[in-house]
């Protein structure tokens, strides 16, 4: 797989943003480690650049009831916004995760042979299943929110 991708051109410009793609035969063999060895780095990078919250996660209800140069308005956009923050974090750690797993083949599934009880290998081994796919899970949710 080649990826080149290159900057957005300046807004007066007419030049198209460089998009080169080639996908091998060899790639679509495990596809989901090939596309999380991508994912995994950009969410990382995505989250360090704070660049915004998806709207959809903040509490807008003081939008309706409150002057919006009030000072209680101004402290509930903040206390909104500081919500919304964290929650998108914690999001984003899940997502994170899920991928960095992948990409490392899966270092925290539980392995059989070290534990004595089945029962209890097969609990660990769904919580570890459960919680990686709810990282993919929140990646397909919020997928439309990668975009600040």
């Known amino acids: 797989m080649k990826v080149e991708i290159g900057r957005y051109p300046d807004s007066k410009s007419k030049a198209r943003r460089l998009e080169r793609v080639k996908i091998d035969s060899w790639d679509t063999w495990s596809l989901d480690h090939t596309l999380a060895l991508i ?3 950009a969410l990382r990078k995505f989250k360090k650049a704070n660049n915004g919250i998806p709207v959809s996660l903040m509490d807008l209800s003081h939008h ?6 009030s000072a209680a ?23 994170i995760w899920s991928f960095e797993e992948v990409v490392a083949e899966n270092p925290g599934q539980p392995d059989i042979t070290k534990f004595k009880d089945k029962r209890q290998w097969r609990r660990k081994w769904d ?22």
């Open 39 to 41: 994912i995994a780095p």
């Open 64 to 69: 309706e009831t409150m002057d919006w140069k």
């Open 73 to 95: 308005y101004k402290k509930a956009e903040r206390k909104a916004t500081d919500r919304a923050a964290k929650e998108w974090d914690k999001i984003l750690d899940a997502m």
């Open 127 to 148: 919580a570890y299943h459960k919680r990686l796919d709810k990282g993919f899970a929140l990646f397909g949710k919020w997928y439309g929110g990668l975009w600040t």
